[in-house]
């Protein structure tokens, strides 16, 4: 969702004060019948992110389109490796729009038909938070010998500019409110600004089939301070019980963690 809503606003299509008519919680739209958690009519751009509408979502997606839209997927560096320093990563998978089905313009918005590991989400995160540029993540700082003599030094490295400075600045204060009174505010801190976005997504059924209903991944990635950035984190639960969503869960470890 803040993929669809960056690349929204940077290419134009909608301001923070724009209004989506959010369909009062269902919409039926091609095959499918699209829900949202809680019913709502009509919300600003700002607040489809803050209450997490999958309808608003969906329709800022439709606005921006499906070349666009896949643009920023692999601007924020999805479907693709990060280049961290450690064996094995995964590069997760996105579906270009040549292979997209007839409800992939209302599932990829969202973030359905997308897979994706931890460490990429926190990277696109980070992507508002530093100003709008994608930068190569790494674990180890530097290699010294006995002697004290640096051997090897990572340092970061830019590998593109994503988002204009003006919007990730925007998308900031619209995540800052995620967190002061949206879905996220579980993960406030006391006399420190945070923002994020909370996640729910229903697990993949065996053989690939179809989402469940009754498994999901629950998250939240966030990043403070607000106002000057300079820690951003990803808290993912899997199949957490009985309660799932990622407010409620995954939230309030990002809180006693950051802090």
Known sequence: KIVTASGALNEGVVTPATTIYCENGKWNWGLKVL?????????????????????????MGLKLGPQKLQKYIQ??????????DLPGEDPGYTRPPSQWSRTSPYNIPMGQEVMVTALQMVTAMSVIANGGYLV????????????????????PVVKRQVLKPEVAAAMRQILTKVVDEGTGTKAK???????????????????????SHSAF????????????????????????RPLYYGGTVAAPVFKEVIA
């Open 217 to 240: 991944m629950s998250s939240f990635i966030g990043f403070a301070p607000s106002d000057n950035p300079r820690y951003a984190m990803v808290v993912v639960l899997d199949e957490a």
């Open 35 to 59: 829900h949202d958690v809680h019913s709502y009519g009509t919300l600003t751009m700002t607040d489809v992110v803050v209450k997490s509408s999958n309808i608003g979502t969906v329709k």
């Open 75 to 84: 601007g924020f560096g999805f479907g693709t490796w990060t280049g961290v």
């Open 136 to 155: 190569k993540p790494y674990i180890v700082a530097k290699i010294q010998d006995p002697a004290g003599v640096t051997i090897k030094e990572n340092k």
């Open 189 to 211: 801190i006391p006399d420190i600004s945070a923002g994020g976005k909370t996640g729910t997504a229903q697990k993949i059924l065996p053989g690939g089939k179809g989402y």
